[in-house]
């Protein structure tokens, strides 16, 4: 069973930088993709930035320019590089993964349907 721990997340002043990190255990021989995803209070969840395991990623909009993901193979561990940060980046933010062995899944930010998550991390950007 993959488990995943998010951690990093702080309190900072506007254009600040914050790096999350997600710790990862149980992972088996497969095919994956990883996305932080961030939602405020009541609201949908919006995908942030997704890698797989062929190094390809994809991010929002929103954050494009500023934010980096990022993996640590060895470690087993995702990071978010998280620079110019604005207020309106305040949110809850969740790393997730999916795992398959069949099939073709693209790497975007747009997919919803992930196998694993974490319980978020809090970043607030204080104006």
């Known amino acids: 069973q993959v488990q995943l721990a998010e951690s990093g997340g702080d309190s900072v002043l506007p254009v600040g930088s914050l790096r999350l990190c997600c710790q990862a255990?149980?992972?088996?021989?497969?095919?994956?993709?990883m996305t932080w995803f961030r939602q405020r209070s009541g609201k949908p969840l919006e995908g942030v930035a997704s890698i797989d395991n062929n190094g390809r990623t994809d991010y929002a909009d929103s954050v494009n320019g500023r934010f980096t993901i990022s993996q640590d193979k060895a470690t087993h561990t995702l990071y978010l590089q998280m620079d110019s940060l604005l207020p309106g980046d305040t949110d809850i933010y969740y790393c997730?993964?999916?795992?398959?062995?069949?099939?073709?899944?693209?790497?975007?930010?747009?997919?919803?349907?992930?196998?694993?998550w974490g319980k978020g991390t809090l970043v607030t950007i204080s104006s």
């Open positions: 997730a993964a999916k795992y398959y062995t069949h099939g073709y899944y693209p790497c975007t930010v747009r997919f919803m349907s992930m196998d694993y």
């Open positions: 255990s149980g992972y088996t021989d497969s095919n994956w993709f």
